[in-house]
Nanobody, 125 residues
Framework: QVQLVESGGGLVQAGGSLRLSCAASGRTFSSHIMGWFRQAPGKEREFVGAISRSGGSTRYADSVKGRFTISRDNTKNTVYLQMNGLKPEDTAVYYC??????????????????WGQGTQVTVSS
C-alpha cells in the first residue's frame, strides 16, 4: 500500500510558477512509476506527466511540454511537478498517482494503483 499526499497548490497569476510536491508513505516508493494528472471542473481527469522509477525517463502531455518538469527524490519518497509559464487553462485539481506494475510510463488513469487527494491550482488571467 502506498499513501500519497500532495501539497504546493494555490493561486497564481498567468505566467507565474508553482511547484507541487507529492510525499509517499512506505518503503516501496522507488519501485513505483509516478504520474501527475489533473481534473478541471466538468472535465475528465487527464494525464500531465510521468516519471520512471529511477527518474531517468519522463513523459509529458503535449499541453504542458516545455513548461512543466517532473522530478523525484527517492531518498525523500517525494515526486515534484515544477510548473512554469502557467496559463488559465492549467487551472485544475492536480493529483499524483503511483503505478507499481507497469513497465512503461502510462497515460491512462486505470494504469495507476494509488492516488493522492489532490491539490487545487488556480491560474488567474
Amino acid at each position: 500500500q502506498v499513501q500519497l499526499v500532495e501539497s504546493g497548490g494555490g493561486l497564481v497569476q498567468a505566467g507565474g510558477s508553482l511547484r507541487l510536491s507529492c510525499a509517499a508513505s512506505g518503503r516501496t516508493f522507488s519501485s513505483h512509476i509516478m504520474g501527475w494528472f489533473r481534473q478541471a471542473p466538468g472535465k475528465e481527469r487527464e494525464f500531465v506527466g510521468a516519471i520512471s522509477r529511477s527518474g531517468g525517463s519522463t513523459r509529458y502531455a503535449d499541453s504542458v511540454k516545455g513548461r512543466f518538469t517532473i522530478s523525484r527524490d527517492n531518498t525523500k519518497n517525494t515526486v515534484y511537478l515544477q510548473m512554469n509559464g502557467l496559463k488559465p487553462e492549467d487551472t485544475a485539481v492536480y493529483y499524483c498517482a503511483a503505478d507499481g506494475r507497469g513497465a512503461v510510463l502510462q497515460t491512462r488513469t486505470r494504469d495507476y494503483d494509488y492516488w493522492g487527494q489532490g491539490t487545487q491550482v488556480t491560474v488567474s488571467s
